[in-house]
């Protein structure tokens, strides 16, 4: 079954519009990571929330962690045209170790 | 403070041929891992080594695949007799110690 479920698989917004990405997780974790990709690209890492923690800020980017739930949510506010990329959660398990284990990505479009 | 390096960014093969795939990590990185993206797919996991020391190969096919991190040189993720299902986008990354990643910009295998 797969430990990262992102939701929903596409997104197209307007810039200047807030865009919100989910991730569904399946056992327990560590630490939770949002990377993105652009296409062709490779990834490159946003911002990691640790298991203890709800929310975690940087820049225009806002990740909150329900571990109740399983589940965490990505929020781009103010969206750029260069923000259009993919966008992908990953989960490192209690016991730590270094295994991401990704979910399948959110396709984010901003239109200019 | 180069980042990872991946080189070749694109390999064609034919069927049956073999693949070499290398990663640099980033200076002061002694953790590797390798990571396989099929199109329109997040990333798996495939292999994580530490210096001459396979950590955890749990996501390595059984057969044609092997990987090395001599205590000298790259990283070295090997196919042997491609097949057409082996196409895809390879990513290595590298850590120092702990759980954030930093990636390469990844090797495209296209096998004809």
């Known amino acids: 079954s797969q430990q990262g479920e992102e939701d929903p698989q596409a997104l197209s917004i307007q810039e200047g519009e807030n865009a919100t990405m989910n991730c569904s997780y399946k056992?327990?974790?560590?630490?939770l990571q949002w990377y993105r990709q652009n296409s062709g690209r490779g990834l490159v890492h946003l911002i990691l929330?640790?298991?203890?923690?709800r929310e975690k800020h940087s820049g225009r980017l806002r990740v909150t962690l329900d571990t109740s739930k399983k589940s965490s949510s990505l929020l781009i506010t103010a969206s750029r045209a260069a923000d259009t990329a993919s966008y992908f959660c990953?989960?490192?398990?209690?016991?730590?170790?270094?295994?991401?284990?990704f979910g399948e990505g959110t396709q984010l479009t901003v239109n200019p | 403070n180069a980042g990872v390096m991946q080189n070749p960014r694109h390999l064609v093969r034919r069927r049956g041929q073999e693949a070499r795939l290398r990663c640099s990590p980033m200076?002061?990185?002694?953790?590797v891992y390798w990571y396989r993206q099929l199109p329109e797919e997040g990333l798996k996991f495939m292999v994580y080594?530490?210096?001459?020391?396979?950590?955890?190969e749990s996501g390595m096919p059984k057969e044609r695949f092997s990987a090395e991190f001599p205590k000298e040189g790259p990283s070295i993720l090997r196919i042997q007799q491609v097949v057409r299902g082996d196409s895809a986008a390879y990513f290595c990354?590298?850590?120092?110690?702990?759980?954030?990643?930093?990636f390469g910009p990844g090797t495209r295998l296209t096998v004809t």
């Open positions: 929330i640790r298991s203890n923690e």
């Open positions: 200076k002061g990185h002694s953790h």
């Open positions: 056992t327990s974790i560590n630490n």
């Open positions: 990354a590298s850590s120092p110690i702990g759980n954030e990643q930093y």
């Open positions: 080594l530490q210096k001459e020391n396979i950590i955890d």
């Open positions: 990953a989960t490192i398990p209690p016991m730590g170790g270094s295994r991401l284990t």
